[in-house]
């Protein structure tokens, strides 16, 4: 099969992905194999591809937003059969038994095994998983439009949740890439006024499309105080731009899986029991959760598509904003 491989990080530009002819991985028991028809580019996959986060795995097929049919069956496996339609997203795999996976944070499992970095991923014509970790997906989403929300729409999904946002209440939203684009509809479905920080004009222009009541860029004075707000850009110098919007008692998630440092501030920034909390991963909970609400809404995802090939093209378009929503790669 065919498949981008990462055998030694290196900056996008210098394509540090190959094309490779790799061996079809064969299911074990209790796993499934799929044959992929569409994988999302996310921002991890370029930290991963440029080397900022530790690999457990080298060489290694990135790609964690994975839609496709499965095509063969590992010894055990009832969930599913072939042909079915599956999603396979971050969370690969759990131990079930340490103490966070018994407590219901298996998001944040000793053990936990992340597809695309433990694991060969979905830049690829097929990948195994285990079918307890992967998912049937709403029909009302086509293979590309779904991608997206395995990632960008789950963890945005658990950003919202942990941000504490209620009904009705204003929410800040710091960058505006596939995740927030995601978010700001589950917000809007909640009724919630919504204010969007990012640089780019076009993607202010898509921000309001998707119903943000004020735009601007960060630092701009919000107007009016935020009751919750989310971080999506990796720039730790937004915490105390966020943190001065934010009303007492309010509270700032930071969606990213790294981000720059965060500048020293001053206490009257956090003091008044304002809350900043980081968010990891997800939950198989979260997930369910997620894809019953996006069918629900029905959130609506713009899409860019590119060939499997192109994978550092479209990693490259990701870094530099040039994407409008998501990238998916074509499989
Ligand atoms: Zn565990
Ligand atoms: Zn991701």
Redesign the pocket.
């Given at each position: 099969m065919r498949a981008m491989l990462l055998e030694k990080p290196r900056p996008v530009d210098e394509n540090p992905l190959r094309l490779a002819e790799l061996p079809l991985p064969v299911p074990a028991a209790g796993e499934i194999r799929i044959r992929v028809r569409a994988c999302a580019v996310c921002h991890t996959d370029l930290h991963i591809v440029e080397g900022d986060l530790p690999l457990p795995k080298l060489p290694i097929v990135p790609g964690h937003q994975i839609v496709g049919t499965v095509d063969a069956l590992g010894e055990g496996v009832t969930e599913f059969r072939e042909g079915d339609r599956v999603g396979v997203p971050w969370l690969y795999s759990?131990?079930?038994?340490?103490?966070?996976?018994?407590k219901g944070l298996?998001n944040?499992?000793?053990?936990?095994r992340f597809t695309g970095y433990h694991v060969d991923g979905g830049y690829a014509e097929a990948m195994v998983a285990p079918a307890a970790f992967a998912y049937e997906l709403p029909a009302n989403f086509a293979d590309l439009d779904a991608a997206p929300l395995l990632c960008a729409g789950v963890i945005g999904y658990r950003a919202l949740k942990l941000s504490n946002v209620q009904p009705g209440e204003r929410l800040g939203l710091y960058g505006f890439g596939a995740s927030a684009h995601i978010v700001i509809q589950m917000a809007r479905h909640m009724g919630c006024h919504v204010y969007v920080f990012t640089r780019a004009e076009s993607h202010r222009q898509m921000a309001r499309l998707l119903g943000a009541e004020w735009t601007g860029a960060a630092g701009d004075p919000a107007p009016a105080e935020l009751d919750a707000a989310i971080i999506f850009a990796p720039a730790g110098k937004l915490v105390p731009e966020a943190l001065r919007a934010l009303r007492k008692g309010g509270t700032l998630a930071l969606a990213g899986i790294t981000m720059s440092a965060i500048p020293e501030i001053e206490y009257r920034l956090l003091y008044q029991e304002r809350v900043l909390r980081s968010v990891a991963n997800s939950t198989r909970e979260d997930v369910r959760s997620f894809l019953r609400l996006a069918a629900e809404i029905p959130v609506r995802t713009e899409i860019e598509p590119f060939q499997l090939p192109e994978a550092n093209h479209a990693l490259e378009n990701l870094k530099s904003s040039r994407i409008h929503g998501a990238g998916v790669l074509v499989i």
């Open positions: 759990t131990c079930g038994e340490c103490p966070y996976c018994l298996e944040l499992c000793e053990r936990g």
